[in-house]
T-cell receptor, first 111, second 113 residues
Framework: ETGVTQTPRHLVMGMTNKKSLKCEQH?????MYWYKQSAKKPLELMFV???????ENNSVPSRFSPECPNSSHLFLHLHTLQPEDSALYLC??????????FGSGTRLTVV | SQQGEEDPQALSIQEGENATMNCSYK?????LQWYRQNSGRGLVHLIL?????REKHSGRLRVTLDTSKKSSSLLITASRAADTASYFC?????????????FGKGTMLLVSP
């Protein structure tokens, strides 16, 4: 365990479903991140939260909706996804300007 | 804009050999970081080098940074089969209080016994 826990590990959802990804860190870090990793593409930054305030939204479609109720928890709410949204979704945290601690990711398949 | 282009895309070596991976980037940075990823898992932070540093060591890892050429290299000495993984460089433009990392596509390293 890295200290950043993501659930579920795997998720299969239909295009009309609504689901949520959860991320939790117990490292006392101030910043949390969502990244998307698709095959043959670099990791794409989606959202950044610093002290539970959203500081960056990297032009992510509105069918992805983040929520950060406190500095330890981060959610990614999913609705009306497309098959091209199938990917590994990675959560990470960091303390100020330092290396990230990543979770193991959620492998999402949209059918 | 994409930062951090790793080279080569794939590298295959024998155990005991050294592995060198390179990274180039385009804009100014606060620091550069290297990560490792085993298949389908999360990334693991290996080393961070700041823009005013030229070289850094951590165990069998050696990282160099040349800001004039906008490039970095990761050297893994005396490689082991367990080093088989994908390696990514990431550049941090340095914001107030948090990092914003931009990753390259990575180098896939295969170390054969």
């Amino acid at each position: 365990e890295t200290g950043v826990t993501q659930t579920p590990r795997h998720l299969v959802m239909g295009m009309t479903n609504k689901k949520s990804l959860k991320c939790e860190q117990h490292l006392g870090h101030n910043a949390m991140y969502w990244y998307k990793q698709s095959a043959k593409k670099p990791l794409e930054l989606m959202f950044v939260y610093n002290f539970k305030e959203q500081t960056e939204n990297n032009s992510v479609p509105s069918r992805f909706s983040p929520e950060c109720p406190n500095s330890s928890h981060l959610f990614l709410h999913l609705h009306t996804l497309q098959p091209e949204d199938s990917a590994l979704y990675l959560c990470a945290s960091s303390q100020e300007v330092a290396g990230y601690t990543f979770g193991s990711g959620t492998r999402l398949t949209v059918v | 804009s994409q930062q951090g282009e790793e080279d080569p895309q794939a590298l295959s070596i024998q155990e005991g050999e050294n592995a060198t991976m390179n990274c180039s980037y385009k804009t100014s940075i606060n620091n550069l970081q290297w990560y490792r990823q085993n298949s389908g898992r999360g990334l693991v932070h290996l080393i961070l080098i700041r823009s005013n540093e030229r070289e850094k060591h951590s165990g069998r890892l050696r990282v160099t940074l040349d800001t004039s050429k906008k490039s970095s290299s990761l050297l893994i000495t005396a490689s082991r089969a367990a080093d088989t993984a994908s390696y990514f460089c990431a550049t941090d433009r340095g914001n107030s209080g948090y990092s914003t990392l931009t990753f390259g596509k990575g180098t896939m390293l295969l170390v054969s016994p």
